[in-house]
């Protein structure tokens, strides 16, 4: 079992940044593929990136160059750094941790960007 809590969401303008921090709790967790989703208001849960054990990201076209996922295997932690924020970012974002076929869930963060 693998227990995950994020922190870090909050309100900022357009073209701000902000950083989510996801910890999470339980044994192995260098094992398990790591990322991000988030849901938008009347939308699905869209994948926003995911970074393995080796540190191997992948992005979601449309915040590229934009945000950033680290993991630290020693501190049991992945981050979200988002830079360049847009009105259409605005989500609960929430932290997954997966390994073979099991996927675990945060509670997910509010992320608003509004003027």
């Known amino acids: 079992q693998v227990q995950l809590v994020e922190s870090g969401g909050g309100l900022v303008q357009p073209g701000g940044s902000l950083r989510l921090s996801c910890t999470a709790s339980?044994?192995?967790?260098?094992?398990?593929?790591m990322g991000w989703y988030r849901q938008a208001p009347g939308k699905q849960r869209e994948l926003v990136g995911s970074i393995t054990s080796g540190g191997y990201a992948i992005y979601e076209n449309s915040v590229k160059g934009r945000f950033t996922i680290s993991r630290d295997n020693a501190k049991n932690t992945v981050d979200l750094e988002m830079d360049g924020l847009k009105f259409e970012d605005t989500a609960v974002y929430y932290c997954?941790?997966?390994?073979?076929?099991?996927?675990?869930w945060g509670q997910g963060t509010q992320v608003t960007v509004s003027s």
């Open positions: 339980g044994t192995f967790f260098s094992r398990y593929l």
């Open positions: 997954y941790a997966a390994a073979s076929g099991v996927y675990y």
